[in-house]
């Protein structure tokens, strides 16, 4: 998570910062003497750790960590009906490789082009490459700056929308334009219309957790990623069954024994409530905040075990139900009184067959024949008129899971509260200031508040949640996280989240020279943490320590040259070290990535003239000016 903000300096000052009129320094504590924060010390690599939260064992032999994956294809070996099934359902349709499989099915007759303000955009697709374009208009429709990229993955297979990722060198960045089913046009990708990225959101690791089978991302890097990117494009078998290679051997050894119990691959309707709901809450239960346990990654998790022991979900307390969001089904489910009048045996599968998607005009008959499964023919009370003048004749959907508002402007999706009467427009329970704790835990009856791992967790959730929506997080809570993280980054040297968590919090706190210091160890550690270096590339330059934030933001743009905020930090730099050249550099670097940036096109004008570069700084000012 990304601790520090930083925003690029004023126009006005800029030039008196390059040509001599120095700030004076701020009254800070000076930065303690050390290595340099790229110097690995080998030693710390054998430090002694505590040791790591345990995990309950699991009646199947396909959970621990050792047993290897064997793929799709070998699943469809045996079970090629359910394959073939599973392949046409979302899940199986999560992500596509767009050079190899091409995009899912879309209106060739609708618009490929849209306008946003001075922006238009354009979808090419010509059969076997997609290509996005943006152009940046003048009021005369003349274009002021332009970029095209070509799109290798297309995430998303279901009705809300679906987005498209492309590669700058081994980096992965999202492009601007997504196709939204439910209106059948192009239009900006979700929260664009707030705060347009253009073609610079770095798709991180968590972005992918959900929507493949398995990113294969560089440790302890933003957004970079092996070749290839992915092992296994779209959600596999796997990721719901467990490792399939002790169930391959021993039916090819044994052969199948119909109606046999068979502890070689998970079946997640023989599991436990926790265990069940735990399949599916790898991706549908964000919750307000996740946390990775110390020393516990999400991919390590495998089906038959308790999700909740590999990462922590919060939630954020709440008088009412909260309105409705895209992925937060498990939670809106567990608020309806379906669910609480189960005694468990309520799931997301209850209704949900994983490998099957019903037809369009299936669908209605399909989920009232689930609802029927609980409740009889009587039990609704409505007029029979008003049931036969639904959508479909008795769609007990209509009525009960309608559809509500969604954080993905253009999409609506199904209300899993599953409310007894359909909330008025406008009247939906609104999320209210948290009051108390700013968060808490999701499993909070089976979480011991009180245990030193469950007190980390909760410590990293807040700066979590302070990162996100600083608004949210009063500095009582920061002040009661602090001591939490340095007990539990004491206890761990290497416990990266809490280190950063820690950094975070010691910012927040005015405790510069000892978040300098906690960057600065872990960088011992880990030399090229790209969030660290960051970390610490914004604390140099906050303390103005020019030299030392130019070695560090080096390293950076060295390491992931794509990304624009680097480059504003260099433009920072310069400002602060009177670099007239360098500060030209970091302009151009920058618009070259995102060249409808006016605040960067802004200081490349007044760099140039107080460089005396008049001529190039006309062109500059005449294409801000028509900006």
Known sequence: MRLLKSHLCATVGLLGCLLGCQPEDPQTESLPAGVAIDTPVDSLASQTLAALPSISPSAYKNTTGDVPFVGDARCAECHSEIAASYAAHPMGQSTRDLLADGPQQFDADAANSFRDGRFEYQVNWDGERMVHHEKMLDDAGHVLCQQAFEMEFEVGAGEHGRSYLFRRDETMWMSPITWYPQQNRWALSPNYEIQNAHFTRAIVADCLFCHSNRANHVKHTI??????????????????????????????????????????????????????????????????VRVARRGRHPYEYRPGLLWHEFVTTFSVPTVENVTAEVTGHVDQLRSSGCFSG?????????????????????????????????????????????????????????????????????AAITDHRIPRK?????????????????????????????????????????????????????????????????????????????????????????????????????????????????????????????DKAYDVVSQLIAGNPHYLRYHQMLLQVAIGQRDVELGIQACRQGLEIDPSNKPLRQALVDILRAAGRNDEAAIETDLLQRM
């Open 422 to 546: 359909p909330l008025l427009p406008g009247k939906e329970p609104k999320q209210r200031a948290a009051t108390g704790a700013a968060l808490e835990f999701f499993y909070h009856g089976q979480m011991d508040a009180e245990n030193m791992e469950n007190r980390r967790d909760f410590a990293v959730g807040i700066m979590a949640l302070a990162a996100t929506y600083p608004e949210m997080v009063d500095q009582k809570d920061i002040l009661s996280a602090l001591p939490q993280l340095e007990q539990a980054v004491a206890r761990d040297p290497t416990d990266m989240a809490a280190v950063e968590a820690l950094a975070h919090a010691q910012f927040r706190t005015n405790r510069t020279t000892s978040a300098v210091k906690t960057v600065e160890d872990a960088l011992l550690r880990v030399p090229r943490h790209e969030t660290l270096l960051g970390d610490a590339a914004l604390a140099f330059l906050q303390r103005r320590e020019w």
């Open 223 to 288: 957004n970079r990623y092996e070749s290839p990117p992915f092992g296994g494009v779209s959600i596999h078998c796997e990721r719901c069954h467990g490792p399939g290679d002790l169930h391959v051997a021993k039916h090819l050894t044994e052969g199948t024994i119909s109606g046999m119990p068979d502890d070689t691959i998970v079946n997640p309707q023989r599991l436990d409530p926790l265990r069940r709901d735990s399949v599916c809450e790898q991706c549908h239960l964000p919750g307000k």
């Open 342 to 410: 189960s005694n468990g045996e309520m799931s997301c599968i209850s209704c949900h067959d994983p490998h099957v998607k019903p037809a369009i005009s299936e669908k209605a008959a399909y989920f009232r024949q689930r609802c029927l499964r609980c409740h009889g023919e009587d039990d609704c009370l409505e007029a029979s008129e008003e049931r036969a003048a639904t959508a479909v004749t008795d769609n007990c959907v209509t009525c009960h899971m309608p559809a509500v508002t969604s954080s993905v402007k253009h």
